[in-house]
């Protein structure tokens, strides 16, 4: 039988996600108000688009208030992915900070990299 050497991470941590790869989960909520909507399939396309460059897997929740994706984290971060939905969302003036997009119209796009996968 074949041995194994863990090397990253070095302990199996039951409850927690556990990384092999660079590859990161990313879950973004929209306040699903005024610009921080994805209310059709054509308005969530434009958003998979804006993110599809750098997500290698993604699902937008049925009712388009969530979206989950999969990404290289060594090419993203929560910043990064709020930027991204943000540009697309809002023509206009738009901050970021952390993870969350604050849009023109005060409604937010948030994004955070979950430590625990289970329930999502």
Avoid: C
Avoid at 24 to 37: F, I, R
Avoid at 41 to 47: C, G, I, M
Avoid at 61 to 87: C, F, P
Wanted: no cysteine.
């Amino acid at each position: 039988m074949a041995s194994l050497t863990r090397v990253y991470p070095t302990a199996v941590a039951r409850g927690t996600v556990q990384r092999n790869t660079a590859q990161t989960v990313y879950k973004v909520v929209l306040s699903n108000a005024g610009l921080a909507v994805m209310a059709s399939d054509a308005a969530a396309a434009r958003v998979t688009d804006a993110v599809g460059s750098f997500a290698g897997i993604l699902q937008v929740k049925a009712d388009g208030s969530e979206m989950y994706l999969v990404a290289d984290r060594h090419a993203t971060s929560i910043g990064t992915v709020a930027k991204h939905i943000a540009q697309v969302l809002d023509t206009g003036a738009f901050t970021v900070s952390g993870g969350v997009a604050t849009l023109s119209d005060t409604q937010t796009v948030t994004v955070t990299e979950p430590t625990n996968l289970e329930g999502m």
